[in-house]
């Protein structure tokens, strides 16, 4: 059975920082594709970041690019989000979902970024 | 961007009503567009992928078709579990994009 597990999240500060983890597992998570997408309260989904099985291939969504990093570790079967400069639009509850299809998701983390 | 565009944005319905959601996109995306459920603090659940393809154990009331930049969800006798948000989402171009979602009342 999939499952996807994210920790990580919590309040802070404007201009403050926090890594997200997503503990897999279930499936060979070296052969897929990973994603962070996010939702604010009450609000829609937003695509925030993909990394390729390797972690060779990165993309993000403009309004996280040079702010946010994710990682992999294949090893240890989990998936990051460093999340630097936070503003208060990056509040949000962030998954991570599995392949480029997305076909599986965690549950969720809520990040809260007020003073 | 792909922006994906869903309609309607709301829908209140009877119980065994048959209901069509719509998401249009504004380029060409073949058929790489999927279809998710998400419920009131639940995580989002993919019910079709890649346009038409059907997902193991997820009711075959559900069911999607489309390619290019026309895309339809049809719920076929909608049941009183079926209340949710839907959300369409392409993975044919970076970045990523989402319909902004419609929201699906049981009345």
């Known amino acids: 059975e999939v499952q996807l597990l994210e920790s990580g999240g919590g309040l802070v500060q404007p201009g403050g920082s926090l890594r997200l983890s997503c503990a897999a597992s279930g499936f060979t998570f070296s052969s897929y594709p990973m994603s962070w997408v996010r939702q604010p309260p009450g609000k829609g989904l937003e695509w925030v970041s993909i990394?390729?099985?390797?972690?060779?291939?990165?993309y993000y969504a403009d309004s996280v690019e040079g702010r946010f990093t994710i990682s992999r570790d294949n090893s240890r079967n989990t998936l990051y989000l460093q999340m630097n400069s936070l503003r208060a639009e990056d509040t949000a509850v962030y998954y991570c979902?599995?392949?480029?299809?997305?076909?599986?998701w965690g549950q969720g983390t809520l990040v809260t970024v007020s003073s | 961007e792909v922006v994906l565009t869903q309609s309607p944005d709301f829908q209140s319905v009877t119980p065994k009503e048959k209901i069509t959601i719509i998401c249009r996109a504004s380029q060409n995306i073949g058929n790489s567009l999927h279809w998710y459920q998400q419920k009131p603090d639940q995580s989002p659940k993919l019910l079709i992928k890649y346009a038409s393809q059907s997902i193991s154990g997820v009711p075959s009331r559900f069911s999607g078709s489309g390619s290019g930049t026309d895309f339809t969800l049809t719920i076929n006798s909608l049941e009183a579990e079926d209340a949710a948000a839907y959300f369409c989402h392409q993975s044919s171009t970076l970045p990523r994009t989402f319909g902004q979602g419609t929201k699906v009342e049981i009345k």
């Open positions: 979902a599995k392949g480029d299809g997305a076909d599986y």
């Open positions: 990394i390729g099985g390797s972690g060779s291939r990165i």
